[in-house]
């Protein structure tokens, strides 16, 4: 089964930091470009950031919110993608979400989801 | 631009056809996704591609795209439909995703 699993959420205070792991199993990371998607509580969706494919060199992206204080990493050796959150503040409150782009093209979307983790900063 | 606008709430009976829209400049020629988030879970992708739906994933859900407005139908609503959709394209600066601000498709 193609799946995704994040962990590591938590609660923190505002300025600390926090590493989330996005475990693949049913499918190799390597293989696909992975984005990390947030949702405040009784928000929206917010795309936080990504780690592309061969299809794009394999290149960074992130969003100018958190742009400088979060990166994005993979271990090809583990099947697991991870999200460096620094300097956090109360506004990157959120369940995190890793999901999957489904093809190398715009004709695809996000076809797998893990089930979210959820970041709490609070003093 | 990549905005997408979409009207936060749709109500619907059951067994009647929910329209859920999605607006943005020239919307039409771009690909289109759409989700189904139900409470305490994670996004579904249910349509990719303006029309093309996931193996899985019902019939009665459509989609289509058109100048500036996207349309996801549901026909024949039923109650387990009830959840928050949200539409999706492709930022192709540097090859993110732009979420739909959602809309509750509440089932009366």
């Known amino acids: 089964e193609v799946q995704l699993v994040e962990s590591g959420g938590g609660l923190v205070q505002p300025g600390g930091s926090l590493k989330l792991s996005c475990a693949a199993s049913g499918f190799t990371l390597s293989g696909s470009e992975i984005h990390w998607v947030r949702q405040a509580s009784g928000k929206g969706l917010e795309w936080v950031g990504r780690?592309?494919?061969?299809?794009?060199?394999?290149?960074?992206a992130y969003a100018a919110s958190v742009k400088g204080r979060f990166t994005i990493s993979r271990d090809d050796s583990q099947n697991t993608a991870y999200l460096q959150m620094n300097s956090l503040k109360t506004e990157d409150t959120a369940v995190y979400y890793c999901t999957r782009h489904a093809g190398s093209s715009y004709g695809y979307g996000l076809d797998v989801w893990g089930q979210g983790t959820t970041v709490t900063v609070s003093s | 631009s990549n905005v997408l606008t979409q009207p936060p709430s749709v109500s619907v009976a059951p067994g009647k056809t929910a329209r859920i829209t999605c607006g943005g400049d020239n919307i039409g020629i771009k690909s289109i996704h759409w989700y189904q988030q139900k409470p305490g879970q994670a996004p579904v992708l249910v349509v990719y591609?303006?029309?093309d739906r996931p193996s899985g994933i019902s019939e009665r859900l459509s989609g289509s795209n058109s100048r500036n407005t996207a349309t996801l139908t549901i026909s024949r609503v039923e109650a387990g439909d009830e959840a928050d959709y949200y539409c999706?394209?492709?930022?192709?600066?540097?090859?993110?995703?732009?979420f739909g601000g959602g809309t509750k498709l509440t089932v009366l």
């Open positions: 999706q394209v492709w930022d192709t600066s540097d090859d993110h995703p732009v």
């Open positions: 591609d303006e029309s």
């Open positions: 780690f592309g494919s061969k299809a794009n060199s394999y290149a960074t």
